[in-house]
């Protein structure tokens, strides 16, 4: 309980949060990218549909870029269930068409659609992460150097702290020490499912 409730902290705390605070209010949510990826990774199928409908309608009234990445969750979740898991396929139909038709009321119910200014912006293919930004401190840490790195590197932003990364190192260890033991613990359905998502990350242009 210690263990979980010490990892909590340290992500609840993490620089990549904290240094948003002060210019990017709504995209401090994150904690509704971590409950997509909970409920993503989580086994059980039992009120799955109606955790992610309600995980859905929420993002929907706090961002629409965090809703697409929830979106994106619940697409391949969807596709792990329907092909690894073999869930009724009526019942995802349903979840589906719910989802679907649900979104567009609203965002329109939230005031997406009254935006005068457009949904446009610049930054496509500058504002980036670089590969190392988990490790890259950016000058905030006295123990972690600053990576050399492009002029807009800063958008992408994503040192995890030294606590966590401490965190990820034990975890591995003890994987390791393991054996085959430690990683049949990983769902087998677990990978698969982000595949889609690597395939977006290797692109020149993120």
């Given at each position: 309980v210690w263990f979980r409730l010490g990892a909590t902290l340290?992500?609840?705390?993490?620089?990549?949060?904290?240094?948003?605070?002060?210019?990017?209010?709504?995209?401090?949510?994150?904690?509704?990218?971590?409950a997509a990826l909970y409920l993503s990774l989580r086994s059980s199928t039992e009120r799955k549909s109606l955790m992610?409908?309600?995980l859905i309608v929420l993002?929907?009234?706090?961002?629409?870029?965090l809703l697409?990445?929830?979106?994106?969750?619940w697409s391949a979740d969807v596709l792990s269930r329907a092909v690894f898991l073999n869930?009724?396929?009526?019942?995802?139909?349903?979840e589906g068409l719910a989802v679907v038709c649900t979104i567009p009321m609203l965002l329109w119910a939230f005031g997406f659609f009254e935006l005068s200014g457009g949904f446009s912006g610049g930054g496509y293919g500058l504002y980036r992460m670089n590969l190392l930004a988990v490790i890259d401190s950016d000058g905030l840490s006295q123990?972690?150097?600053?990576?050399?790195?492009?002029?807009?590197?800063?958008?992408?932003?994503?040192?995890l702290?030294?606590?966590?990364?401490?965190?990820?190192g034990v975890v591995l260890v003890r994987l390791?020490?393991?054996?085959?033991?430690?990683?049949?613990?990983?769902?087998?359905?677990?990978?698969?499912?982000?595949?889609?998502?690597?395939?977006?990350c290797v692109a020149q242009k993120i």
């Open positions: 340290l992500m609840l705390f993490s620089p990549p949060l904290l240094w948003r605070l002060p210019v990017h209010y709504a995209l401090t949510a994150h904690w509704l990218i971590l992610w409908f309600g993002a929907a009234g706090i961002n629409p870029y697409a990445m929830v979106l994106l969750l869930v009724g396929k009526v019942g995802l139909l349903i123990f972690v150097p600053d990576l050399p790195g492009g002029p807009w590197d800063y958008e992408g932003f994503a040192y702290g030294l606590g966590s990364l401490f965190l990820i390791l020490s393991q054996g085959h033991r430690g990683w049949a613990r990983i769902p087998k359905a677990m990978a698969p499912r982000f595949y889609p998502l690597a395939a977006m």
